[in-house]
């Protein structure tokens, strides 16, 4: 399992399609997301995506962060549903928690996963509230959190 961490500068136009595919599948047509999902941070300079792909390079699995006011932002996480159960999303989040190990780290998660995030060290910061008609909750990972 090969865990791909691509800056916005390196992302090629291949690459920027496939992780607008993914997103599409899992957010739009799963989810039923009405929300854009293109909200101008793929591009930007402090942007990372993170991967895994198949040997097409058809994403499985994907995660991208960015910073928000000083603080680092995991977000859009997603696999695809035929990739579930196979570790892929764990991967990819121990992989963002290695590279960003001493800091802070802020997730608005789905609700539903928030045992999965406090698995990892994050820990619910606020109240729940809805964001694109699913249930949230604002969760926070101290850069200060032992790691393995």
Wanted: charged content about 25%.
């Amino acid at each position: 399992m090969n865990v791909e961490i691509v800056t916005a500068e390196e992302l090629s136009t291949a690459q920027l399609h496939e992780v607008w595919r993914i997103r599409d599948a899992v957010f739009s047509v799963e989810q039923n997301c009405r929300e854009p999902d293109v909200d101008g941070f793929d591009l930007r300079a402090d942007c990372v995506h993170v991967w895994i792909a198949d040997h097409g390079q058809q994403l499985r699995s994907y995660a991208r962060v960015y910073r928000e006011n000083g603080t680092v932002r995991l977000g859009r996480v997603a696999t695809r549903k035929s990739d579930r159960g196979q570790g892929l999303s764990t991967a990819i989040v121990q992989a963002i928690l290695d590279r960003w190990a001493h800091e802070d780290i802020a997730i608005h998660a789905q609700a539903y996963l928030a045992t999965w995030y406090e698995s990892f060290g994050f820990e619910i910061t606020g109240k729940p509230f809805v964001e694109a008609n699913i249930d949230h909750v604002p969760m926070t990972r101290s850069g200060r959190y032992p790691t393995a």
